[in-house]
T-cell receptor
Framework: GIQVEQSPPDLILQEGANSTLRCNFS?????LQWFHQNPWGQLINLFY???GTKQNGRLSATTVATERYSLLYISSSQTTDSGVYFC????????????FGQGTRLTINP | DAGVTQSPTHLIKTRGQQVTLRCSPI?????VSWYQQVLGQGPQFIFQ???????GRGNFPDRFSARQFPNYSSELNVNALLLGDSALYLC?????????????FGPGTRLTVL
């Protein structure tokens, strides 16, 4: 099945810094979503981005489907950005499901 | 509009017991999927239901079962609980059954098996 790798696994930054999270996937996909998991476990939708570039405030994302990677950019980090960020891709072979990476744990220190 | 809702929030069971988790999708969404997330890992796909039929199943034993009701809500049942079933169980809803549809997740049910 399709494999999803996220890097780095952990990232510690000071408030105000910028960060880039990467997601590599092993096969063609028809969906790519970025999520932020809050401390209570809920997955918050950040971007639905199977290809192209999107921006939402301080966050932006780019997916280059032909090269099988996606990047999530966070600018001017705030302590509330802390948490785990997941990339998930749509696997359209067999069960119609999302396949998740292992996540990047982001810690923003004041 | 209400998002995906799940109940209960937390649950504590002992080995060998059975548990039922509930999920209500976003209004208008017809597909419900269940995922299991153990500590330190990404969520793993368990089931997809669409129009009350099972449309996909992940690599989980037969102790796991689910169903979808005419109002598109869903229940996940786990029998003969094992310690390893302790996890966060997430429900996701989407408009249609296809994986290219954006999925939206509920707050989860945290299951602890003692």
């Amino acid at each position: 099945g399709i494999q999803v790798e996220q890097s780095p696994p952990d990232l510690i930054l000071q408030e105000g810094a910028n960060s880039t999270l990467r997601c590599n996937f092993s096969d063609s996909v028809n969906n790519l979503q970025w999520f932020h998991q809050n401390p209570w476990g809920q997955l918050i939708n950040l971007f639905y981005i199977p290809s192209g570039t999107k921006q939402n405030g301080r966050l932006s994302a780019t997916t280059v489907a032909t090269e099988r990677y996606s990047l999530l950019y966070i600018s001017s980090s705030q302590t509330t950005d802390s948490g785990v960020y997941f990339c998930a891709v749509g696997d359209f072979q067999g069960a119609q499901k999302l396949v998740f990476g292992q996540g990047t744990r982001l810690t923003i220190n004041p | 509009d209400a998002g995906v809702t799940q109940s209960p929030t937390h649950l504590i069971k002992t080995r060998g017991q059975q548990v039922t988790l509930r999920c209500s999708p976003i209004s208008g969404h017809k597909s419900v999927s269940w995922y299991q997330q153990v500590l330190g890992q990404g969520p793993q796909f368990i089931f997809q239901y669409y129009e009350k039929e099972e449309r996909g199943r992940g690599n989980f034993p037969d102790r796991f079962s689910a169903r979808q009701f005419p109002n598109y809500s869903s229940e996940l049942n786990v029998n003969a609980l094992l310690l390893g079933d302790s996890a966060l169980y997430l429900c996701a809803s989407s408009l249609r059954r296809w994986s290219y549809n954006e999925q939206f997740f509920g707050p989860g049910t945290r299951l602890t098996v003692l």
